[in-house]
């Protein structure tokens, strides 16, 4: 359950509940709930954002390839 187990969530929760009480916890939850989300959007706008550089550029420093008609070589005479 990753870094915290069922005990420390548990503690966590109590700890939350004596502090503010059972009638703001909930408003504490949504509030806590917009912010992680917003916080994800932003990070996932910031991603984006970075990896459309990135590919622009890659872009850029690509080489464009010679759209003009390559002969194929012929061997050197007298060989």
Not at 1 to 6: E, T, V, W
Not at 33 to 56: H, K, M
């Amino acid at each position: 359950m990753g870094p915290l187990g069922f005990t420390e969530i548990l503690f966590i929760l109590l700890l939350a509940l004596l502090l503010f009480g059972p009638r703001r916890l909930p408003e504490l939850g949504r509030t806590l709930g917009r912010g992680l989300a917003e916080f994800r959007r932003a990070s996932n706008d910031l991603r984006t954002t970075i990896e459309d550089e990135v590919r622009a550029l890659e872009r850029e420093a690509t080489p464009e390839p010679d759209s003009s008609p390559t002969e194929p070589r012929k061997p050197p005479v007298g060989s």
